[in-house]
């Protein structure tokens, strides 16, 4: 069969991001007219061609979008409430010295994501990782702490965007937890180098400085928003599918809860510029990527798990597990470990690389990323394996309701 037109300008867009990383805004909004315009002239939105077709389409996707959107101003907001109450600054009291220090604040970070969004952990982990390495993070630990994020979301319904989906499809928690077998696994191949190399790279800071006076009413404000970020996301899986995915509860949530403690603390909102134009760059790939014409996968199988994995870190992860569960015949934990963990294999292939790249600029650049954090991607294919073989292949799970 011949390859549609719209995932040649779609790869030819991954690859410029990837080559031009210091103009990955362009490069991405370029392709995403590019695909739009093709789509208008020769080709249709699922179906349904024209204007008509592409409003249609857009009305499908404007809730993720506007979630994305709120998500990713709204932790870079509060990054900077992290950062300016000083609390990172007590860290090395409680870190161990040398490198065992970044494995922990790594494992921090995988255990954070399993309540909190993954863009949240993720964030708040690179807010203390340049704390505590005195603004010295080198893109292999950068890699590893979205790496962490992500793996510590697998297994957890409110951790990330493909397991709420699976959940909302009927998907048991239960059953997600077994996602965990492969996230540990690949957590431990990736952590221990990912410290090692950022500890020769920038030694962790040994001693908190003497004067450190935390602001306690920023880290209320902290607690305040992701407390209400995590009921709103609980509320919003509990409704019917069809009001559930009609409003970005969660992104409100944030940025309203961020506006309304303003008078208390004001937050830094100079972040909010950068921010938005990372948002804005994933939201064009989010977008490119759901206007390609992938109508139905490779029957189910661990070889296609372990591949949707694999694309998922050029290709967005949200239409792949939607189509996995119209398809259905997977094993969900295995699924869900595989594309919300292959994300991480580079900067541009999850919501939590691109929030980290929006704080580290350095890290926009996928040479060095797959170069220094090669690691990540041994992690994802050694926890698939032990997964399998621990736990075996499980389709449709014992536990799906």
Do not use: C
């Not at 600054?89 to 970044?102: A, Q, T, Y």
């Amino acid at each position: 069969m011949a390859l549609p037109f719209e995932f040649v300008l779609f790869g030819a867009t991954l690859l410029g991001v990837a080559i031009l990383h210091r103009h990955t805004l362009v490069v991405a909004l370029l392709g995403l007219l590019l695909i739009t315009v093709y789509k208008l002239l020769f080709a249709n939105f699922h179906g349904v061609a024209g204007p008509g077709g592409l409003l249609a389409h857009l009305a499908g996707e404007w809730v993720l979008l506007a979630n994305l959107f709120a998500l990713l101003v709204g932790f870079a907001l509060l990054s900077r409430h992290f950062q300016s109450s000083q609390l990172p600054l007590l860290l090395p009291r409680i870190l161990p010295d040398d490198w065992k220090g970044g494995f922990v604040l790594l494992a921090l970070v995988f255990v954070l994501s399993a309540f909190l969004d993954n863009i949240a952990a993720a964030v708040i982990g690179a807010t203390a990782a340049a704390s505590v390495y005195r603004q010295r993070v080198s893109v292999g630990y950068l890699a590893a702490i979205v790496a962490a994020s992500n793996a510590g979301g697998a297994g957890s319904v409110v951790g990330d965007t493909t397991t709420t989906m699976m959940w909302l499809d009927g998907v048991s928690p239960l059953e997600l937890l077994r996602a965990y077998v492969a996230a540990v696994a690949a957590f431990l191949v990736f952590a221990i180098p990912a410290a090692r190399r950022q500890q020769n790279y920038s030694p962790m800071v040994r001693d908190a400085a003497p004067d450190v006076r935390v602001d306690i009413a920023r880290v209320i404000v902290m607690v305040l928003i992701l407390g209400a970020a995590i009921v709103a996301n609980v509320y919003a899986n509990s409704l019917p599918p069809d009001l559930g995915q009609a409003f970005p509860y969660i992104g409100a949530t944030v940025l309203g809860m961020l506006l309304l403690l303003t008078p208390w603390r004001r937050p830094d909102w100079s972040v909010v510029p950068d921010a938005a134009r990372g948002a804005v760059f994933l939201l064009a790939l989010v977008v490119a990527a759901s206007m390609m014409p992938v109508d139905s996968l490779p029957e189910a199988s661990p070889q296609t798990a372990f591949g949707l994995g694999a694309v998922s870190a050029v290709f967005d992860n949200i239409p792949l597990t939607r189509l996995a569960l119209e398809q259905g015949g997977y094993d969900w934990a295995a699924l869900a470990y595989a594309v919300g963990f292959g994300g991480s294999m580079l900067w541009f292939g999850s919501s939590a690389g691109v929030a980290v790249a929006n704080l580290f600029a350095e890290a926009k650049s996928a040479v060095q990323w797959l170069r220094q954090g090669w690691y990540v991607a041994v992690g994802y294919v050694v926890g698939f394996v032990i997964f399998l073989v621990i736990l075996g292949w499980q389709p449709e799970g014992p536990y799906l309701e």
